[in-house]
């Protein structure tokens, strides 16, 4: 089983920037590809990004391409993400989530099978 905590997250303004962390408690860590959330009130979970085990691989939503960066630190089972440039839309709880399997299917929120609890993340204008 893997525990997933999330923080960093707060209230920024336009065009500000917040880095979020997931730690991870449990074996094996290197064993999940991971994935950060977002869902904001009245809407659906959406996918925000993925990175698979080692980190050689990362997928991001065409909403936060070129703004925000996926990476992680095995050795401190840790996952972040860097979110610049924010936007009043981004606000919403960030999660994160840790799937095993294939890579391909990271975007898909029903494949992963542990999730944090979630961080809120409020953008004002």
């Known amino acids: 089983q893997v525990q997933l905590v999330e923080s960093g997250g707060g209230l920024v303004q336009a065009g500000g920037s917040l880095r979020l962390s997931c730690a991870a408690s449990g074996r094996s860590f290197s064993s999940y590809h991971m994935g950060w959330f977002r869902q904001a009130p009245g809407k659906e979970r959406e996918f925000v990004t993925a990175?698979?085990?080692?980190?050689?691989?990362?997928v991001y939503a065409d909403s936060v391409k070129g703004r925000f960066a996926i990476s992680r630190d095995n050795a401190k089972k840790t996952v972040y993400l860097q979110m610049n440039s924010l936007k009043p839309e981004d606000t919403a709880v960030y999660y994160c989530?840790?799937?095993?399997?294939?890579?391909?299917?990271?975007?898909?929120?029903?494949?992963?099978?542990?999730w944090g609890q979630g961080t809120q993340v409020t953008v004002s204008s």
């Open positions: 990175i698979s085990q080692f980190g050689g691989s990362t």
């Open positions: 989530a840790a799937k095993t399997g294939v890579f391909t299917t990271a975007r898909r929120t029903e494949v992963y099978e542990y």
